[in-house]
């Protein structure tokens, strides 16, 4: 019945497969075994579909039970227990739920402070997601209090600051793998590791740059310089990562690294167009805007040979 549902999810028949899927989980859960890894592996599928779907209240009833489940069968020393919370935690933050989705973030970090190595890449990928809510409340908070809302951008800022460091680190350990195994190569999970924080280190560089943009406006018109300063410090240094990183394979030739790259270019184009940049005078607006439909003839190549 399970795989039934998934083959019909994939032919695009929803309504059939979500109500093959529920049967599943009943019936399981019906024989005692609604707290099994059988029973948790379906709840999840079931929530990815919802949120494919944008169905998020669905899939945040369908988190919160899974979270539950977790919670009483493994508790917080479990990293299975962890990703549950994160998944509901990025559900509620598209919902706008952003104070429990923060807290769910904080723990989650807890956690695998508790379970990882301090410079593992998934640590680095929990504070750019605390980041990212810190700086929505930031923009919550603008018209009632400015005060705040600068001290939840600083927040913000130490979490980026950390997350770029982390996702360096692992890049360069990447790099340095792969001189010393010329003949074999870095390991699969190595690779992994490597796209992932590559796909961070260039996120946390551009939320780094429209995080000092934001602060600027917040601030007296006498910082307005520095601000842009910084905003285009930061995204030159996605660039000249990208330069360093993205001739790595298979690291540098995904969709989630050129998507990030892209979004950085058009972000610096921006501030040039506006007059806000103060140094990129090499980095042309004209030559920004080549690379820019460089990159995305190759996002629409890379498409383009998946769908085959």
Not at 77 to 99: F, H, K
């Amino acid at each position: 019945m399970y795989h039934l549902a998934t083959v019909l999810y994939l032919q695009g028949k929803e309504n059939d497969s979500e109500a093959l899927f529920l049967e599943s989980i009943r019936i399981l859960e019906e024989n005692g075994e609604g707290d099994s890894m059988t029973c948790i592996r379906r709840l999840r599928y079931l929530a990815q579909t919802y949120v494919k779907a944008n169905r998020l209240t669905d899939a945040e009833t369908v988190q919160r039970k899974i979270l539950h489940i977790m919670e009483s069968s493994k508790g917080w020393n479990s990293l299975d227990t962890v990703i549950a919370a994160e998944g509901l935690a990025l559900t509620l933050q598209s919902t706008g739920i952003l104070m429990e989705a923060q807290e769910l973030f904080e723990r989650c970090l807890e956690a695998r402070k508790k379970l990882m190595p301090q410079d593992h890449i998934q640590i680095g990928a929990n504070m750019l997601h605390i980041a990212r809510v810190v700086m929505l409340n930031s923009n919550r908070m603008r018209k009632m209090n400015i005060s705040e809302a600068i001290d939840e951008l600083d927040r913000a800022k130490e979490l980026l600051d950390n997350s770029t460091r982390i996702a360096r680190h692992v890049l360069n350990k990447l790099i340095k793998q792969k001189g010393e195994k010329q003949n074999y190569g870095a390991s699969g999970k190595a690779l992994r590791e490597g796209h992932t924080a590559f796909v961070i280190l260039l996120q946390s560089l551009e939320i780094l740059a429209l995080l000092e943009t934001n602060k600027q406006e917040l601030q007296e018109s006498k910082e307005e310089i520095l601000a842009c300063y910084e905003a285009e410090n930061a995204l030159l240094e996605c660039i000249s990562a990208y330069k360093e990183f993205g001739t790595e394979k298979p690291i540098g030739d995904s969709f989630e690294v050129k998507a990030a790259y892209l979004s950085c270019l058009k972000h610096l184009s921006s501030l040039i167009s506006t007059g806000r940049a103060q140094q990129s005078k090499e980095a042309t607006l004209q030559g920004l805007k080549d690379e820019i439909k460089h990159i995305e003839a190759e996002i629409s190549s890379n498409r383009r040979r998946h769908k085959r």
